[in-house]
């Protein structure tokens, strides 16, 4: 038994390198929390998959601190982030705790494969050795999104400016522009060209119908009839995914708003190549809204840079779900009646020599009839009627797919597998 006085004095040392050790910065004790992961292929293989896991985690561990996934061999950098815009939300049962996503791409897997996983989640940031996106604002004008140096990505939003026609062809709605996987130019096309109106990944309407009889153009943005941006509403950014949520109202008759759309784009880290997912949530601010057009003049839309238009539309080759087309021939709705409800379509073109394929995933949740449109100069997509109600907002979800070279109709097809089917994952604190 230790003596009375010898044992005071320990007690004093250890109260004193407990003090000590809370004093000293770095010394902390990191927090860290660990899952096990059960991961479940699907019908088909996967390959560069992205996962997202919902969890409650300690708020320590919501943000600001770093993530791995250990698949035997493989030791993947995981992302957690808050819940997305189209993703139910967790209640969690511990006040303490906040619902999140975990986030890792899964390099493959095979079909029908199981395979067991360790998630470590930690407050300890990421070290300068892990390559992250990251955002930055050119305040008024376009935000660029970048992975380490490489840009990504640009939304360009700056403000309505109708002092002269040509500024307010500059500015009367917002889109993103995308650059090529090794971000040394830009894919898609601004204002100006063939068809002004079209401008990299942008989502319209040329007919909307609202407060019972006004009807306006969304997609040209004619007369006072305008897209703007209001405000960021989120932004996240780390070594899996970089996410953007972003507040935009629909203008009409004499500039009124009458719609307020949510539109938020994900974009993921995998190798050579960039995977964009566009969402988007429109809601009435009164009374019921109609949104209608045409295959060519409405829905969510990729058109490429003019240089295509003027160049190399000939070059231009379709891949869809029935086979790849000849270079040149396009197929259109309603000339061609079948040429809707397509799971996918992929479009190859030519930019400086280069050839690029875009491939086009549309989610099953999506609005029906999707009616598609291609077009040789580089725009293509699809468009649906629908009718928003206080009840029953818009909501819409997309993927799509950017990389050099021709794709393989199987290959796009496995992608939008992933898309619609992702893989399974069951978990265990």
Not at 192 to 205: D, E, K, V
Not at 265 to 278: A, C, E, K, Q, R
Not at 315 to 324: L, S
Not at 379 to 408: C, D
Request: net charge positive; proline share 6%; with cysteine.
């Amino acid at each position: 038994m230790l003596l009375t006085k010898e044992y005071a004095l320990m007690n004093r040392i250890l109260g004193l390198s407990i003090l000590l050790l809370a004093l000293l910065p770095g010394l902390v004790l990191a927090e860290k929390k660990t899952y096990t992961l059960t991961l479940q292929g699907g019908k088909t293989d996967h390959l560069n998959a992205p996962v997202s896991v919902p969890l409650t985690v300690p708020s320590k561990l919501a943000q600001g601190g770093s993530a791995w996934v250990r698949m035997g061999e493989m030791r993947l950098p995981a992302q957690v982030t808050a819940p997305g815009l189209l993703e139910p939300t967790v209640v969690p049962e511990n006040k303490n705790e906040v619902a999140v996503r975990l986030h890792f791409i899964v390099p493959a897997l095979r079909a029908g494969q199981t395979v067991t996983a360790t998630a470590e989640l930690t407050d300890t940031p990421f070290g300068a050795d892990v390559t992250q996106f990251n955002w930055h604002d050119t305040k008024g004008e376009f935000i660029d999104l970048k992975f380490g140096d490489r840009p990504v990505l640009r939304y360009m939003y700056h403000a309505l400016d109708d002092s002269t026609k040509e500024k307010r062809e500059q500015t009367y709605k917002v889109f993103h522009h995308v650059f090529d996987p090794s971000g040394k130019r830009l894919v898609t096309k601004g204002p100006g060209g063939l068809y002004t109106h079209h401008r990299g990944l942008f989502f319209g309407f040329m007919k909307v119908t609202y407060d019972t009889n006004k009807v306006v153009d969304i997609w040209h943005c004619k007369e006072d009839t305008h897209q703007a941006h209001d405000k960021v509403l989120l932004e996240e950014a780390g070594p899996v995914l970089a996410r953007q949520r972003v507040q935009i109202s629909w203008h009409g008759k004499k500039k009124e708003v009458f719609a307020r759309e949510t539109r938020e784009l994900v974009v993921y880290n995998v190798p050579g190549s960039t995977l964009i997912d566009f969402q988007s949530k429109v809601e009435t601010l009164g009374g019921p809204i109609k949104v209608d057009g045409d295959p060519q003049h409405a829905g969510f839309h990729f058109r490429a840079d003019n240089e295509v238009a003027s160049r190399t539309a000939k070059q231009t080759i379709y891949i869809r779900p029935d086979g790849t087309g000849k270079p040149g021939e396009t197929r259109n709705w309603p000339a061609q009646k079948n040429h809707v409800n397509l799971p996918w379509d992929g479009m190859s073109f030519v930019l400086s020599d280069q050839r690029y394929t875009v491939a086009y995933l549309d989610h099953p949740q999506n609005p029906k009839e999707a009616r598609y449109s291609e077009r040789d100069y580089g725009r293509f997509g699809s468009y649906f009627v629908a009718t928003i109600t206080e009840k029953t907002p818009l909501r819409i979800q997309y993927r799509v797919h950017l990389q050099e070279g021709q794709m393989k109709g199987s290959v796009i097809d496995q992608l939008r597998q992933d898309f619609v089917q992702p893989i399974e994952v069951s978990l265990k604190p």
